[in-house]
């Protein structure tokens, strides 16, 4: 139930969207989010993000434009499927950065997180018939499972 409650709460501060128990477990049934093993390390917790130093920050300065321009924020699948890799990695790193506590230092860490966070979306949205549901909720349903 603790999920299905975080899943509310992102979709709200996301895109404002309400999905029920019964939508959530159907969408759990036609996407692949189980399918999903995340490649980067797991996002460290406040208190460890402010007892380590960030120093990888210079080593990502020279492509650090790969998180700006997502404009998938409220698309729906089928718009997600279209889209360039770039545009679905950028609205990841924004779906990232608005939901954890990510220290924005490490580019190159974040940029895992934002990848992986791209890769499970698509992945979950590769099977089925979802075209026309919310990106936003997939994020969610992602977003617990890589970020629990």
């Not at 128990?21 to 989010?33: F, H, N, P, S």
């Not at 996002?43 to 020279?62: F, L």
Request: hydrophobic content about 40%.
């Amino acid at each position: 139930m603790n999920k299905i409650l975080i899943i509310i709460v992102i979709c709200l501060f996301i895109a404002s969207c309400v999905p029920s128990d019964e939508t959530i477990q159907a969408m759990l049934e036609k996407t692949r989010i189980a399918e999903f093993t995340p490649t980067s390390s797991p996002i460290p917790t406040k208190s460890a993000n402010n007892s380590s130093s960030s120093s990888s920050s210079s080593s990502s300065s020279s492509s650090s434009s790969w998180f700006s321009g997502g404009t998938l924020h409220r698309a729906t699948v089928a718009e997600w499927r279209n889209a360039s890799y770039a545009n679905r990695l950028a609205t990841a790193a924004d779906f990232v950065a608005a939901t954890q506590p990510v220290d924005f230092g490490d580019l190159v860490e974040f940029k895992g997180w934002a990848s992986d966070l791209e890769t499970c979306i698509s992945i979950a949205v590769s099977g089925g018939d979802v075209d026309k549901e919310l990106v936003s909720l997939i994020s969610a349903m992602c977003t617990v499972q890589l970020f629990p």
